[in-house]
């Protein structure tokens, strides 16, 4: 036993300390997020709250919290209401649009994008939504809109995908969707 011990702790020492330089000069705070979230080697035995530099989070969102989450970002959207909205992201929130552009970062310039968007440039807005997996603080889901664009008269169709990850009081602390769209001309 001792010997597996010795073993155990030589390559260890040999192996994933430089592993794990590796991977935090490639994949920075989010990997270090990750190791300091899962324990690295050996896992955690995590109780119902886990902490994640310093910031308690629930160790389970629930299906029913993340289905009334999205109904109340679906109703903010539909009802063109960028204060509602607010309410579903905690103040340093990321939001990512798309994969390849830089996150909205923070409350007020997700509400500016919510404004400028659903209020100014939309109207007939509906939106749907299936949920695909609920794992500890995350949520995904399929979703589906519809609205017609102030500017042009197109009518817009988007199906996607949502990554949410929540705090411990159920808001948005980074939000991620990859979409596509169908757009026809007012006169079709």
Known sequence: MVCWLVALHLVWHQFVGREEKMMANLFGDDYREYA??????IPRIVSCRETLNGTALKASISVDDFDSW???????WENGEPEAARLLFTDDARY???????????????????????VLDQKDIRFSHELL???AELGI???????????SGNRVIL??????????????REFREWWHRLESSGAD
């Open 159 to 172: 199906d996607g995908v949502f990554k949410v990850v929540f705090d411990a009081d159920g808001k948005c």
């Open 70 to 76: 999205l109904q109340a970002y679906g109703d903010a």
């Open 133 to 135: 997996a609920v794992n």
């Open 96 to 118: 990512y649009e798309n994969p390849f552009a830089d996150p909205i970062k923070g409350i007020d310039a997700i509400r500016a994008y919510w404004k400028a968007n659903a």
């Open 141 to 151: 889901a399929q979703w589906h809109a519809e609205f017609t664009r102030l500017s």
């Open 36 to 41: 300091d979230r899962t324990g690295r080697f």
